[in-house]
């Protein structure tokens, strides 16, 4: 039996009703969004900004609302290809980095740009070949964080259109062409020489020098000891003339106490004769040769011309009575 016609109908009426009730009810399933932490859910109302979804349970009107733009609120790694730079000096580098940045406002990193991530890159790659091409190629060696600090300053001036936040910008690698970095080997090893050179010559200075001063040192030390000891050998004279004319005078002055004790007189006198005899009996020998001013046969008269009897022994000590250098009194005047 054939179906009619209405039934074929009916049929089709049934498969279209059920397909609309699926997709109202999917709709009304997709109304219902649960937005999860550090995420951002732009809705528009018939094409038009209506909302901004925050994390957690949210219920949208079917078929009005919709979820246009999904963004996350995290810190994000961009990764910026490799763009070929010319120096300053017309080097070719390659140079290749990473911005690190986040939305702060969704609703212009919606509507404020098209893509905020490939608008980033691109603006980062243009300050980067900018600033590389007033700097000469050891330079951009040197200063990889003025780069970045350029590149994130440039970045920043576009933070309120797009809606984020570039915290940092960090250059990965700066390739050269092998020639260059041959050339650059080159050079660095010729400065390790120089600069080894001119460590040697340095420390061979030093040594020279530290050698001339210890010389010095040497010198001064060896004077000032020549000039202690003899210090101390004229110190040690001078004390001995002074105890050799403290032990003179001392005797002299027993002497003197002698000589005016009684019969001192007498002990002195014969003490010269004795001396004198002594001398008399030496001038005999064969090798001396004496021219002799007195009579030696008077001994006598040489004991008077010593004129002992005159010395007297007063209170303080010994001291001429009369004579050459012997103090006058009124007696004597």
Same mark, same amino acid.
């Given at each position: 039996? =054939?179906?009619?016609?209405?039934? /074929?109908?009916?049929?089709?009426?049934?498969?279209?009703? *059920?397909?609309?009730?699926?997709?109202?009810?999917?709709?009304? +399933?997709?109304?219902?969004?649960?937005?999860?932490?550090?995420?951002?859910?732009?809705? $528009?109302?018939?094409?038009?900004? &209506?909302?901004?979804?925050?994390?957690?349970? &949210?219920?949208?009107?079917?078929?009005?609302?919709?979820?246009?733009?999904?963004?996350?609120?995290? =810190?994000?790694?961009?990764?910026?290809?490799?763009?070929?730079?010319?120096?300053?000096?017309?080097?070719?580098?390659?140079?290749?980095?990473?911005?690190?940045?986040?939305?702060?406002?969704?609703?212009?990193?919606?509507?404020?740009?098209?893509?905020?991530?490939?608008?980033?890159?691109?603006?980062?790659?243009?300050?980067?070949?900018?600033?590389?091409?007033?700097?000469?190629?050891?330079?951009?060696?040197?200063?990889?964080?003025?780069?970045?600090?350029?590149?994130?300053?440039?970045?920043? $001036?576009? $933070?309120?259109?797009?809606?984020?936040?570039? &915290?940092?910008?960090?250059?990965?690698?700066?390739?050269?062409?092998?020639? #260059?970095?041959?050339?650059?080997?080159?050079?660095?090893?010729?400065e390790r020489e120089r600069r080894a050179v001119v460590a040697r010559s340095e420390g061979q200075e030093r040594s020279t020098i530290n050698d001339a001063e210890g010389q010095k040192q040497e010198l001064i030390n060896q004077s000032e000891g020549e000039m202690q000891k003899r210090i101390n050998e004229a110190e040690g004279r001078a004390q001995e003339i $002074?105890?050799?004319?403290?032990?003179?005078?001392?005797?002299?002055?027993?002497? *003197?106490?002698? #000589?005016?004790?009684?019969?001192?007189?007498?002990?002195?006198? +014969?003490?010269?004769? =004795?001396?004198? +005899?002594?001398?008399?009996?030496?001038?005999? @020998?064969?090798?001396? @040769?004496?021219? /002799?001013? *007195?009579? /030696?046969?008077?001994?006598?008269? #040489?004991?008077?011309?010593?004129? /002992?009897?005159?010395?007297?022994?007063?209170?303080?000590?010994?001291?001429?009575?009369?004579?050459?250098?012997?103090? &006058?009194?009124?007696?004597?005047?």
């Amino acid at each position: 039996m =054939e179906p009619q016609p209405m039934d /074929l109908i009916n049929l089709i009426s049934q498969g279209v009703l *059920a397909l609309i009730a699926v997709y109202v009810l999917f709709q009304f +399933l997709r109304s219902i969004r649960i937005v999860p932490q550090q995420s951002a859910y732009i809705v $528009e109302r018939l094409g038009n900004y &209506h909302k901004t979804l925050e994390a957690g349970f &949210h219920a949208l009107v079917p078929f009005i609302d919709r979820v246009k733009y999904t963004q996350d609120l995290r =810190e994000q790694a961009i990764t910026v290809e490799p763009q070929d730079c010319f120096t300053e000096d017309n080097v070719r580098v390659r140079v290749d980095g990473v911005i690190y940045l986040s939305v702060t406002d969704p609703v212009n990193a919606s509507y404020g740009v098209t893509d905020y991530r490939r608008a980033s890159i691109q603006l980062a790659q243009t300050t980067t070949r900018s600033v590389i091409g007033r700097m000469e190629l050891d330079t951009t060696f040197q200063e990889r964080a003025v780069i970045s600090q350029k590149v994130v300053d440039v970045l920043n $001036e576009v $933070e309120q259109p797009w809606g984020m936040k570039v &915290h940092r910008y960090e250059i990965k690698n700066i390739d050269v062409p092998r020639t #260059v970095q041959q050339a650059m080997e080159r050079q660095m090893t010729a400065e390790r020489e120089r600069r080894a050179v001119v460590a040697r010559s340095e420390g061979q200075e030093r040594s020279t020098i530290n050698d001339a001063e210890g010389q010095k040192q040497e010198l001064i030390n060896q004077s000032e000891g020549e000039m202690q000891k003899r210090i101390n050998e004229a110190e040690g004279r001078a004390q001995e003339i $002074e105890q050799i004319a403290n032990a003179t005078a001392e005797a002299i002055e027993q002497v *003197a106490r002698a #000589v005016s004790s009684p019969g001192g007189e007498e002990a002195v006198k +014969l003490r010269l004769a =004795e001396q004198y +005899l002594g001398t008399i009996a030496r001038l005999g @020998k064969k090798e001396n @040769k004496v021219l /002799l001013p *007195a009579d /030696l046969t008077r001994f006598d008269a #040489v004991i008077d011309g010593l004129a /002992l009897d005159e010395f007297k022994i007063e209170a303080t000590g010994a001291a001429p009575a009369s004579g050459d250098g012997a103090p &006058h009194t009124e007696d004597d005047a």
